[in-house]
């Protein structure tokens, strides 16, 4: 199963920006996928989560500004920023997890997820 993410860039604080991750491999629709963000310096953090169910969770500071979405036709998984801040900018990962677990915070950290792709940088500047 291979992830590859894109969509990143440099844009100003308000604007937006939308991130895609294509997945090839295994069965997308199966899977859990998500949104991680590792800023310099500091540790990889949950942004937002869309299970193969369809339901979609998000971290405190991507709510109401950032939308997931997904594509089963299309292995895509989408991310859609809005809003966005400088505190947003980051590294961000898209990763699948082929668990099925009911409970939503059980995919708010990284060792759920079985396979990642190799990040977009997100630039937003004041």
């Known amino acids: 199963v291979q992830l590859q993410a894109f969509g990143g860039g440099l844009v100003q604080a308000g604007g937006s920006l939308r991130l895609s991750c294509a997945v090839s491999?295994?069965?997308?629709?199966?899977?859990?996928m998500g949104w991680f963000r590792q800023a310099p310096g500091q540790e990889r953090d949950f942004v937002s989560v869309?299970?193969?169910?369809?339901?979609?969770y998000y971290a405190d500071s991507a709510k109401g500004r950032f939308t997931i979405s997904r594509d089963n036709a299309k292995n895509t998984v989408t991310l859609q920023m809005n809003n966005l801040k400088p505190e947003d900018t980051a590294v961000y990962y898209c990763?699948?997890?082929?668990?099925?677990?009911?409970?939503?915070?059980?995919?708010?950290?990284?060792?759920?997820?079985?396979?990642w792709g190799q990040g977009t940088l997100v630039t937003v500047s004041s």
């Open positions: 869309i299970k193969w169910s369809g339901d979609t």
């Open positions: 990763a699948a997890s082929r668990s099925t677990w009911f409970s939503s915070s059980y995919y708010y950290t990284g060792d759920k997820y079985h396979y």
């Open positions: 491999g295994g069965t997308f629709s199966m899977y859990t």
